[in-house]
């Protein structure tokens, strides 16, 4: 089995909720994910039961954009190692996309821009299924660290209405609090009546406060996805001393931010969540902060 091509990726949570107010926002996570394209099947069971997979290659060759070398397209596949748990808001699918359209252009010697590649990404996820707005926000978190608040209605090179460099990975611990997979996907309509919250994250955004952001935006998806146990998940992290929290994406999953240096307190949080609720899994990460404003290869 030959590794045609290699591209990488990594996992987001977000900071502003796009399907509301027309912008969105998501700041990177150290959860990498690597897609290779292969010449034979993987040996390891590759999880895209939304054939998203599927849907980039056929999104690849649409924008006339070539296969490798003496390749049909019903001759590759794909791998996938990925850190990112799926259907959980963390933004799996954008990351993906990213990794495998990387692939693309490393089998195929292609050079894109980062917004050709989101472009892409974009395309792939709504043709998938899998994004009510195509997730334009999370791919540019998926594919570069720090965030990028986005007008998802612009052209996607013109879209980026600010950027932020994001909290230093060595002063916040990031706790993931999984919670199973949806049991419903929302709709536009269910954001609509819950704008307050929603503006409010993005007013932080402005001001550079990307943890008020993600509370503000918890806030405004739980009324909006009517997550009774959410809201009080959320609530039960500032009992803790928790300085941040809120549900990702659609959800279910909640990212709880505490100071890395308060050991107790993480210790305290994971305790809380594992005896208060059944079937909860914690992942511990860290932001991909961008200081030096540069992208992932």
């Known amino acids: 089995m030959a590794v045609l091509g290699k591209g990488s990726a990594h ?4 900071l502003l909720h796009a399907a509301a107010l027309g912008y969105g926002a998501s700041i990177a996570l150290d959860l990498p994910t690597t897609v290779r394209l292969l010449d034979r099947p993987s040996k390891r069971e590759v999880n895209d039961h939304d054939s998203l997979l599927d849907t980039v290659l056929d999104v690849w060759i649409d924008a006339k954009h070539p296969l490798p070398e003496s390749y049909a397209k ?3 596949h794909w791998g996938v190692n990925s850190k990112i748990p799926i259907k959980q ?3 799996s699918s954008a990351a993906t996309s990213i990794a495998a359209l990387r692939a693309l252009c490393d089998a195929t010697e292609t050079e ?5 590649l989101v472009a892409l990404s974009a395309q792939a996820q709504l043709n998938a299924g899998v994004s009510l707005t195509g997730s334009i926000d999370d791919a540019w978190a998926c594919a570069t660290k ?3 608040l986005i007008d998802i209605q612009a052209p996607i090179a013109e879209g980026v209405l600010l950027t932020g460099e994001g909290p230093k990975n060595e002063d916040w611990t990031v706790l993931l609090v999984l919670r199973g997979e949806r049991e419903q996907q929302p709709v536009l309509e269910d954001f609509a009546p819950h704008l307050r919250p929603y503006q409010q994250a993005l007013n932080a955004l402005q001001d550079g406060n990307e943890l008020v952001a993600i509370t503000w935006n ?3 998806t739980v009324a909006a996805l009517r997550d009774i146990q959410g809201r009080k998940m959320s609530n039960d992290s500032f009992m803790n001393s928790a300085r941040s929290a809120g549900i990702s994406g659609s959800g279910p999953a909640l ?5 890395r240096h308060e050991t107790p307190t993480l210790e305290r949080l994971k305790k809380w969540y594992t005896t208060h609720y059944k079937n909860i899994e914690i992942v511990e990460t860290s932001f991909l902060s961008n200081q030096k404003d540069d992208e992932l290869e």
């Not at 996992?11 to 977000?14: D, F, H, N, Q, R």
């Not at 894109?112 to 050709?116: C, K, Y």
């Not at 990212?255 to 100071?259: D, E, G, L, T």
């Open 146 to 148: 720090g965030w990028k």
């Open 74 to 76: 019903d001759e590759l």
């Open 218 to 220: 918890g806030r405004g």
């Open 255 to 259: 990212v709880v931010i505490v100071p």
């Open 11 to 14: 996992g987001a949570c977000s």
């Open 89 to 91: 808001g963390l933004k």
């Open 112 to 116: 894109l821009e980062v917004a050709d």
